[in-house]
């Protein structure tokens, strides 16, 4: 049984001196800090149910609320992801969970740990090709985009017939660095990916080197889709630059509530592009089963789905067109951007439905927004009569009146007619 963790990839800054950075799932651990930062393990460990997991897991019965907010037939009608190829750079991907097994390309896999770690001990890198993961957050990364169906469960991935290819590059130690990021990210470009997924972000907003900025520069001159968590230092309404969902074409994401609010943990900033589900968020563990957890770390391949469903639709746009594309179809809460939330909350069907395929959008723009009702058409109050009341109470007396008068002359006719009856029979008889 291995319990839950959250690593930590440091980044080789220009200096000797060495920052953090870690996979943004929400910090559910303790930070120490000292002459290097560190990540407390918790301590605890449960199931699906509560947030926290062991795996093997049990598998989720029901359909999650991230999945039940989307008409998925009427997605799955317009694409399923066929034919897109996904990177998930993270901490592997776990192939023997039977709903991965056939969406992970292992062959353009790549296991991008080094050796040994900054104290010079052996690290346990596992399989060659990124299979392995004792962590368990790459392989609920995977999970939330390409899981594939199976019974006894409502989960699956957003786009069940795209496929992953695993990259691992982190650990539960945080032994990957800036460096092997942007190595993993060059070895996706090369092998073919369309879109890649990294849901990591340095900590306390310490911007690297050049060389990954390079690298996602590299990836999306090749027409990459770059997808990455914004990180879940936003308690308090912390606004923090984090790398690298900050970088110019990144689709940063941050994670919503089931009210499409920002999550409180959520980092905010001008940099985000869109908000996802990020809050009780199920998906695959390694071994099989699912667990629930939080964090923008599963905001992002939520959106990265999205984006490979418009790749396997509108394989011609660039990679800015599906970003704009997927920024202005959101569920907006103003007509323009925000620091919480960017363009709104991810609307799937529509990012595949409200499109011009031969004219896709460069850039998102205001409009829309909140809906503003008009106000309800309400009938005056009247404190008394009407002059309609009035026609029709005074026509109604005319007609009984006129009703009285005929009743009277009928009656007064009977009379007469029966007095005269009267007076001849007593004629007669004298």
Same mark, same amino acid.
């Given at each position: 049984?291995?319990?839950r963790?959250f690593?930590?990839?440091?980044?080789?800054?220009?200096?000797?001196?060495?920052s953090t950075v870690?996979?943004?799932?929400?910090?559910?651990?303790?930070?120490?800090? +000292?002459?290097a930062?560190?990540?407390a393990l918790p301590?605890?460990?449960?199931?699906?149910?509560?947030?926290?997991?062991?795996?093997?897991?049990k598998?989720y019965?029901?359909?999650?609320w991230?999945?039940?907010?989307v008409?998925l037939?009427e997605?799955?009608?317009?694409s399923?992801?066929?034919?897109?190829?996904?990177?998930?750079?993270?901490t592997?991907?776990?192939i023997? #969970?039977?709903q991965?097994?056939?969406?992970?390309?292992?062959?353009?896999?790549?296991?991008?740990?080094?050796a040994?770690?900054?104290?010079g001990?052996k690290i346990?890198?596992?399989?060659?090709?990124?299979?392995?993961?004792t962590?368990?957050?790459g392989t609920r990364?995977?999970?939330?985009i $390409?899981?594939?169906?199976?019974?006894a469960?409502g989960f699956?991935?957003?786009?069940p017939?795209?496929?992953?290819?695993?990259i691992k590059? =982190?650990?539960a130690?945080g032994?990957?660095?800036?460096?092997t990021?942007?190595?993993?990210i060059?070895? $996706?470009?090369a092998?073919?990916?369309?879109v890649?997924?990294?849901?990591?972000?340095?900590?306390?907003?310490?911007?690297?080197d050049d060389?990954l900025?390079?690298?996602v520069?590299?990836?999306l001159?090749?027409?990459?889709v770059?997808?990455?968590?914004?990180?879940?230092d936003?308690l308090?309404?912390?606004?923090?630059?984090?790398?690298?969902?900050?970088?110019?074409g990144?689709?940063a994401v941050?994670a919503?509530d089931?009210? #499409?609010?920002?999550?409180?943990f959520?980092?905010s900033g001008?940099?985000?592009?869109?908000?996802?589900?990020?809050?009780d968020?199920i998906?695959?563990v390694p071994?099989g089963?699912?667990?629930s957890?939080?964090?923008?770390?599963?905001?992002a391949?939520y959106?990265?789905?999205? +984006?490979?469903?418009?790749?396997?639709?509108?394989?011609t746009?660039t990679a800015?067109e599906?970003v704009?594309?997927i920024?202005?179809?959101?569920?907006r809460?103003?007509?323009?951007?925000?620091?919480?939330v960017g363009?709104?909350?991810?609307?799937p069907?529509?990012?595949l439905?409200?499109?011009?395929?031969?004219?896709?959008?460069?850039?998102?723009?205001?409009e829309?927004?909140?809906t503003?009702?008009?106000?309800?058409?309400?009938?005056?109050v009247?404190?008394?009569e009407?002059?309609?009341?009035? =026609?029709t109470?005074?026509?109604?007396?005319?007609v009984?009146?006129?009703?009285?008068?005929?009743?009277?002359?009928?009656?007064t006719?009977?009379?007469v007619?029966?007095?005269?009856?009267r007076?001849?029979? +007593?004629?007669?008889t $004298?």
């Amino acid at each position: 049984m291995l319990q839950r963790t959250f690593p930590r990839l440091r980044a080789a800054t220009p200096s000797a001196a060495r920052s953090t950075v870690r996979t943004a799932a929400l910090a559910a651990a303790t930070v120490l800090t +000292a002459a290097a930062s560190a990540l407390a393990l918790p301590a605890t460990t449960a199931r699906a149910d509560d947030g926290q997991c062991t795996f093997p897991s049990k598998p989720y019965a029901a359909r999650p609320w991230a999945l039940q907010r989307v008409n998925l037939d009427e997605l799955w009608a317009q694409s399923t992801g066929k034919g897109v190829r996904v990177a998930v750079i993270d901490t592997g991907v776990d192939i023997k #969970n039977p709903q991965l097994t056939r969406a992970v390309d292992r062959s353009k896999g790549m296991n991008n740990l080094p050796a040994e770690n900054a104290r010079g001990e052996k690290i346990d890198r596992g399989d060659p090709h990124g299979t392995t993961d004792t962590v368990g957050h790459g392989t609920r990364v995977a999970g939330i985009i $390409a899981a594939r169906p199976a019974k006894a469960t409502g989960f699956v991935g957003l786009a069940p017939d795209a496929t992953i290819i695993p990259i691992k590059q =982190n650990d539960a130690e945080g032994d990957g660095t800036a460096k092997t990021l942007a190595e993993a990210i060059r070895h $996706a470009v090369a092998v073919g990916a369309d879109v890649i997924n990294i849901s990591q972000d340095t900590a306390n907003a310490v911007r690297p080197d050049d060389t990954l900025r390079q690298a996602v520069d590299y990836a999306l001159d090749h027409q990459v889709v770059v997808v990455a968590s914004a990180g879940n230092d936003g308690l308090g309404g912390d606004v923090q630059v984090t790398y690298p969902a900050s970088y110019p074409g990144v689709l940063a994401v941050a994670a919503s509530d089931r009210n #499409n609010e920002r999550a409180s943990f959520s980092q905010s900033g001008e940099f985000v592009g869109v908000a996802a589900p990020g809050v009780d968020i199920i998906s695959t563990v390694p071994g099989g089963g699912h667990c629930s957890d939080n964090g923008t770390s599963f905001s992002a391949p939520y959106v990265a789905a999205v +984006a490979a469903l418009l790749k396997a639709k509108y394989p011609t746009w660039t990679a800015r067109e599906i970003v704009a594309q997927i920024e202005q179809t959101a569920e907006r809460s103003i007509p323009g951007h925000d620091r919480l939330v960017g363009w709104g909350v991810v609307d799937p069907v529509k990012a595949l439905t409200d499109a011009d395929p031969a004219h896709p959008v460069q850039s998102p723009r205001p409009e829309g927004g909140v809906t503003r009702a008009e106000a309800p058409s309400v009938a005056p109050v009247h404190f008394g009569e009407t002059a309609e009341e009035r =026609n029709t109470r005074l026509g109604t007396y005319v007609v009984i009146g006129g009703l009285v008068v005929v009743a009277g002359l009928v009656g007064t006719a009977v009379a007469v007619r029966d007095a005269r009856r009267r007076n001849e029979r +007593a004629g007669g008889t $004298a």
